[in-house]
């Protein structure tokens, strides 16, 4: 039997899996978005910017076959917090959902993080996405901001 694990994502390798997941996390944490084919053009560019980027680690999760998750966790800076955590992605592939790769994946995001001196992690996560606030929720993390939004009449672009 392969072993999981948790690698470094190897670009351009892991290229077209890692795009796979994406209209699944964006179409079901944004309510009404259709993911496009220029918007994963532009998601991959962002990847291929991020490869190799001290400031951006990118992982997956790996049977050996296939990649079957990814971790994309990314070291921000604001007025606040020059020296910030934050994890732009996490997934994994529903056929191996519930056996604690999620948590492992957000493990090795705080892991990474606090070998470069990080001592805070944020995320923001869609209100309705249960399985992810309950993954927070249970690493714990808690609420610290609210993002709220509100339909307004669009007269001209
Ligand atoms: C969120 C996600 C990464 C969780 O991955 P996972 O591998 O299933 O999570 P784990 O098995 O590590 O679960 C850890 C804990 O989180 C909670 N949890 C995870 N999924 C849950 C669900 N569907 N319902 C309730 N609790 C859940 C449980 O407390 C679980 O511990 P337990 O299994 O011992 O009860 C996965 O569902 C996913 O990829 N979703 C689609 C992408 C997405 O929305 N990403 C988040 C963007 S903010």
Known sequence: MMEMR????????????VLSFQREIYETNFAGFVLTPEFLREYSSLLRRAVGDRHEGLFVLDDGETVRGFLWVAITST??????GYIKNIYVAPTHRRQGWGRRLLERAEGWLSERGVSCVELDCTVGNEAALALYESAGYSTCRYRMSKRCDAKGR
């Open 79 to 84: 007025l606040v917090d020059p020296w910030c």
């Open 6 to 17: 948790i690698r470094a994502l190897q670009w351009p390798q892991d290229r077209e899996a």
